[in-house]
T-cell receptor
């Protein structure tokens, strides 16, 4: 069974520091990965996706993928209180929507 | 209006009621989805419509009945639900462009969700 594992947290990070969110996956057939941000009471919003080994940067966000270790991470630089949310990791192994597996999410708190 | 709109935002219903959730996307996407989000659990895919045709049904109980009259509208009809069906129900759409890069096809755009409580 395909699984995407995340530490549920809460992960508490001081404002201005780097927040590091981690995700591991069981399906070696997973081709690409998505990070969604979900504010309390709101719907998930896509912030990053990655499909190649290495780093992908977009503003304050960096996604990292290591397929050999089956490990994905999201780094948030210069963390702001507005980054406080639950971050969902999802792995895609092809075959349409059924190939998208979500983790339970990590609750991130940025302390002012 | 832009994006994916979902109504109602909140719904309380008894186990004998019949109600419907409505979703509309204004993004020109070709695929629409229903997801269930329960506390402490991953998002669960319920139904997928690709170019108006249902392509997946992840063993969802028959008390949930989807309807997709066109590529912009999606409904979820509810009847004789159970208390354990209480959850956040999310509608989503994705491009599903023919010949497009696979990963782009799977980018999901979510509606605001319906928080459902079954008494």
């Amino acid at each position: 069974q395909k699984e995407v594992e995340q530490n549920s947290g809460p992960l508490s990070v001081p404002e201005g520091a780097i927040a590091s969110l981690n995700c591991t996956y069981s399906d070696r057939g997973s081709q690409s990965f998505f990070w969604y941000r979900q504010y309390s009471g709101k719907s998930p919003e896509l912030i990053m996706f990655i499909y190649s080994n290495g780093d992908k940067e977009d503003g304050r966000f960096t996604a990292q993928l290591n397929k050999a270790s089956q490990y994905v991470s999201l780094l948030i630089r210069d963390s702001q209180p507005s980054d406080s949310a639950t971050y969902l990791c999802a792995g895609y192994s092809g075959g349409g929507a059924d190939g998208l597996t979500f983790g339970k999410g990590t609750h991130l708190i940025i302390q002012p | 209006e832009t994006g994916v709109t979902q109504t109602p935002r909140h719904l309380v219903m008894g186990m004998t009621n019949k109600k419907s959730l409505k979703c509309e996307q204004h993004l020109g996407h070709n695929a629409m989805y229903w997801y269930k989000q329960s506390a402490k659990k991953p998002l669960e895919l319920m139904f997928v419509y690709n170019f108006k045709e249902q392509t997946e049904n992840n063993s969802v109980p028959s008390r949930f009945s989807p309807e997709c009259p066109n590529s912009s509208h999606l409904f979820l009809h509810l009847h004789t639900l159970q208390p354990e069906d209480s959850a956040l129900y999310l509608c989503a759409s994705s491009p599903k462009s023919v010949g497009g890069l696979s990963i782009t096809n799977e980018k999901l755009f979510f509606g605001s969700g319906t928080q459902l409580s079954v008494l």
